[in-house]
């Protein structure tokens, strides 16, 4: 039977380090044939891995960084033609959209992210790259704190965009109590992200109920700068849509302030995905919401509305042209 053709292709879904791979392993990708591959310099790491296709162990002795971000960089370098040969291979046709997601704070995901995302914006010119990178619980201390941020600036000078996440906000914006046991904490912050990421996936790769389209040209317009901000509210279907609802999806937004810097015109856009029909007069309330709240660049503006069966009806905004303030 002939595969059907979605709108973006996502052909796989990489994680480099312990916390993105668990990540990853819990990210549902059937729904458009995503091959999940997982990096790491842990061999004892990667074995506690499941539901990912591909476990890629890097480095000589194969133990770890032991929290050496340098390690963790020249055992990811040592090991990337072999990554790249996996991509490669699953990468039948050109990928649309790279997904990679990153825990930073510890050493080899902070090292490898960088070269990571420099590979690709060599390889894979044309795509788009969208780098997940989610920074350390206050509790984890501020040399784990800086790590994290030291690997987001040299992400920043590769040219890469990407989306930060932050493990301590998301404990108030999910209003999740610090007394919670830590195993449980995590577990309810990474379905939380993997919740986001499955339902932008699933909106990237429909193959039905397109109102409003988006191509990979014009995505690049929107996801460009040093970050991208992407969050997500639902609803049970699009007639609860309004202007209302940027502030909604603002408040679920799990970004720290602390690195991140407003941009005089930042590029915006939605996506709607659910059932019920949008109507002209919510969509001219959204743009003017855009530019009142936001001061965006309405030039390359241009939405994605999906119509058809689902559970609920997600709203998601992206933000580029985002700076980052570290």
């Given amino acids: 039977m002939k595969k059907k053709e979605t709108l973006f292709n996502i052909p796989v879904v990489v994680a480099v380090g312990s916390g993105g791979g668990r990540i990853l392993s819990s990210l549902n990708t059937k729904s458009f044939n995503g091959y999940k591959i997982a990096v790491n310099n842990s061999v004892r790491d990667l074995a506690l891995l499941r539901n990912v ?189 309004n202007g209302g609802s940027l502030k909604d999806a603002e408040q679920r937004l799990l970004v720290d302030v602390n690195y991140l810097e407003g941009a005089e015109q930042p590029t915006a856009t939605y996506i709607i995905d659910g059932p019920g029909e949008i109507t002209v007069d919510q969509m001219t309330e959204l743009s003017s919401s855009l530019i009142a709240d936001y001061k965006a660049d309405m030039t390359y503006f241009k939405p994605l509305i999906i119509q058809r069966k689902r559970q609920n009806t997600s709203f998601i905004l992206i933000r580029g042209k985002m700076r980052l303030g570290i």
């Fill in 53 to 241: 296709d591909s476990k890629i162990c890097v480095g000589n002795d194969q133990g770890g960084s032991g929290m050496n971000v340098e390690k963790g960089r020249r055992d990811f370098l040592q090991g990337a033609s072999q990554v790249l040969r996996v991509m490669k291979t699953e990468c039948r046709t050109k990928p649309d959209i790279i997904p990679v997601i990153a825990t930073l704070g510890h050493g080899f995901a902070s090292g490898s992210i960088p070269e990571m995302l420099r590979i690709l914006k060599r390889t894979y010119p044309d795509s788009v790259t969208l780098a997940w990178c989610i920074t350390p619980f206050d509790l984890q201390g501020k040399e784990i704190r800086g790590r994290a941020y030291e690997s987001l600036r040299k992400c920043r000078e590769v040219g890469a965009t990407i989306t930060p996440i932050s493990n301590q906000v998301a404990i108030n914006k999910l209003g999740l109590s610090q007394r919670m046991p830590l195993g449980q904490l995590y577990q309810t912050i990474n379905r939380e992200i993997t919740d986001i990421l499955s339902d932008l996936f699933e909106a990237f790769t429909t193959t039905e109920g397109i109102i409003e389209s988006l191509d990979r040209n014009d995505l690049k317009q929107i996801w460009v700068g040093e970050s991208a901000l992407i969050s997500r509210v639902t609803y049970p279907d699009a007639s609860s849509i």
